[in-house]
Structures are given as C-alpha cells and as structure tokens.
C-alpha cells in the first residue's frame, strides 16, 4: 500500500495520510528490554520490540541496512508503516529501490513524506545544501519527519544502524533509551559483510548504487562513492564538517 504526504509548503495541510488504522494500541515504554547479545537473532529483537511496542514505526531510507532489516521485521510480523522521506535531491536509483520493495512488501504500508519535492519546490533556497547543510536537513528531511511523528506518536522506532558503519556509531546500543522514544536498533552488531550475504541468499532489492561503492546513500548532493579502507559512511557530507542528518543524534533526535 502506497501513501504520500505533502508539506503544507506544498499545499498539502496537516501532515496526514489516509487511509491509515487509527493508532488504538500504546506502546509500553516501561518494558524493560531483555540482555541481547550479538547473537541475538534480530528478528527476536523485533519480535520484542512488537511485543512491548505494538505502535512501532519504522523510517527508512533504503540503504543496505535499511533494505536487510526491512525483510527481517516482515519475517518477524511487523505489518506498520515504512515512511520514508523524499527530500526532493534523492538519486533516481533510490526512489525505484523504494518502488521496488513496495511491490516485494504489500503486506507493508510505504509512506513517502514531502511527496513530491524537488529541488526548485521554494521548500529552500535550491544550494542550500552547500551553503548550510545543516539547515537543508533540517527543513528537508528532520523537520518533517518530526512533524509526522509527533501526529502519529509511536513510542518506539525501529532502524537499522550498525556499529561498523562509522566510527561514530560504534557503540550503538540493541535498544537506546532517552529523549521522546525508544530506537531498536535490531542490527546493532551486524558487519557489512553479513548484511551483504543476507541480501544476496534472499535476493533483496539492493540499491543498483551501493555495487557501484555508494555504501551510505542520501542525497545526490551530499554523497560519493567511498574510498578502499574509508567507513561506509565516509561519503556522506564529505568534506563538509558533518556526518549526521539529525535524525539520529543531536538535539531533535527522533
Ligand atoms: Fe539537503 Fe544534503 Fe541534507 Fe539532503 S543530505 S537534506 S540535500 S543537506
């Protein structure tokens, strides 16, 4: 199923999808989380996560990571949403990745915010992501999914960063506590090499880029391919003094 969402910049309105279930079951943010360990099957994580969490949400944006999880949360039962955010500069190839695990995933519910955008939608100045990136993301890709969150609620998320992506991640916990909700991070400890022999023994649909080296894939104007012996995520804002969108550290984390 297919939902988009367009900013009320875009004319759009409130920031509300429908059809949508309405949002009856809390989570129970008091669960303690079980000792997971490496391990841990990460569908066992989730099925946790459902358990204590029946209001769990997933964003993602369809890198490798993102795609592995994706096909272990189905294994496990999780039947939510999968929201993406289209910031208006994202490759072709990621946009069709997405298309593509919607077809593979019709038990899912795919929703795209900002639909629609485009770098000349007047959302920003159009090189804004030059001249203050961290303003681009910001207004492009936190605030609306902030937006969308605070409608919607969940009391936890589910993403799927790993460890060995950046030496900046390399103490993410299975479960993170603290500001507005809970993040299960399933594949906490998983290595590149693994989420690459998962993808190829169940045949996911990978993102054409990341065989070209495009290990981390955001936007067209904040991402390279990265160098022999760099952190997959070296190519994000290269050069540019940032390594995070915001979504996932700094103030107006998710
Ligand atoms: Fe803007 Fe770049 Fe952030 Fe995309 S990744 S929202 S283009 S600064």
């Given at each position: 199923?297919?939902?988009?969402?367009?900013?009320?910049?875009?004319?759009?309105?409130?920031?509300?999808?429908?059809?949508?279930?309405?949002?009856?079951?809390?989570?129970?943010?008091?669960?303690?989380?079980?000792?997971?360990?490496?391990?841990?099957?990460?569908?066992?994580?989730?099925?946790?996560?459902?358990?204590?969490?029946?209001?769990?949400?997933?964003?993602?944006?369809?890198?490798?990571?993102?795609?592995?999880?994706?096909?272990?949360?189905?294994?496990?039962?999780?039947?939510?949403?999968?929201?993406?955010?289209?910031?208006?500069?994202?490759?072709?190839?990621?946009?069709?990745?997405?298309?593509?695990?919607?077809?593979?995933?019709?038990?899912?519910?795919?929703?795209?915010?900002?639909?629609?955008?485009?770098?000349?939608?007047?959302?920003?100045?159009?090189?804004?992501?030059?001249?203050?990136?961290?303003?681009?993301?910001?207004?492009?890709?936190?605030?609306?999914?902030?937006?969308?969150?605070?409608?919607?609620?969940?009391?936890?998320?589910?993403?799927?960063?790993s460890r060995d992506?950046?030496?900046?991640?390399?103490?993410?916990?299975?479960?993170?506590?603290?500001?507005?909700?809970?993040?299960?991070?399933?594949?906490?400890?998983?290595?590149?090499?693994?989420?690459?022999?998962?993808?190829?023994?169940?045949?996911?649909?990978?993102?054409?880029?990341?065989?070209?080296?495009?290990?981390?894939?955001?936007?067209?104007?904040?991402?390279?391919?990265?160098?022999?012996?760099?952190?997959?995520?070296?190519?994000?804002w290269a050069g540019?003094?940032?390594?995070?969108?915001?979504?996932?550290?700094?103030?107006?984390?998710?």
């Amino acid at each position: 199923m297919t939902a988009e969402v367009r900013t009320p910049e875009q004319g759009g309105g409130p920031l509300t999808t429908e059809p949508r279930a309405p949002r009856s079951a809390p989570g129970h943010a008091d669960a303690s989380a079980p000792a997971f360990g490496p391990e841990t099957d990460p569908r066992d994580i989730i099925r946790w996560a459902l358990a204590a969490h029946p209001d769990l949400l997933m964003p993602s944006a369809f890198n490798l990571n993102g795609v592995v999880l994706l096909d272990l949360a189905a294994q496990a039962g999780y039947r939510g949403e999968v929201v993406f955010v289209d910031t208006g500069y994202h490759f072709p190839e990621t946009l069709a990745t997405r298309d593509r695990l919607e077809s593979r995933y019709p038990e899912l519910t795919f929703v795209t915010l900002n639909a629609g955008a485009s770098p000349d939608d007047g959302q920003t100045p159009p090189d804004l992501y030059a001249s203050d990136p961290d303003a681009c993301c910001a207004a492009r890709k936190v605030d609306p999914l902030q937006r969308y969150l605070k409608e919607q609620g969940p009391s936890a998320l589910l993403n799927a960063r790993s460890r060995d992506q950046a030496s900046t991640r390399a103490d993410i916990p299975f479960v993170e506590e603290g500001g507005a909700r809970r993040r299960v991070n399933p594949l906490a400890h998983w290595t590149r090499e693994q989420l690459e022999a998962y993808a190829a023994e169940h045949d996911l649909p990978v993102n054409p880029l990341y065989f070209d080296g495009f290990l981390s894939i955001g936007c067209w104007p904040c991402t390279r391919a990265v160098k022999p012996g760099e952190d997959a995520r070296a190519g994000r804002w290269a050069g540019k003094g940032k390594t995070e969108c915001g979504l996932w550290q700094g103030e107006n984390k998710l």
